[in-house]
């Protein structure tokens, strides 16, 4: 299984993003392709926020997420504080 590389706080952040979004779009009478990009987006952002685990972050060894020893700034350090 994989490990969550997203904290709590990225989590709410891509929860309200993507509310924001999916609010753009279905307020708007005539959407138009960004329109849709943006839903989709904001459908990839809550799914990431609900499973814990970003494929992006994953690809360049990032993790936002304290309890993984990863948080970006130390890159696996294992006197990392974070």
Do not use: E, Q
């Not at 706080?9 to 943006?38: E, Q």
């Amino acid at each position: 299984m994989n490990k969550k590389n997203i904290g709590s706080i990225d989590a709410v952040i891509r929860t309200d993003l993507a509310f924001v979004l999916a609010y753009i779009y279905y307020t708007n009478p005539n959407p138009t392709t960004w329109h849709i990009v943006g839903l989709i987006l904001a459908g990839h952002l809550l799914a990431t926020a609900v499973f814990g685990n970003s494929p992006l972050y994953k690809l360049f060894n990032l993790s936002t997420n304290k309890g993984s020893g990863k948080c970006g700034v130390c890159n696996g350090d294992k006197n990392c504080a974070c």
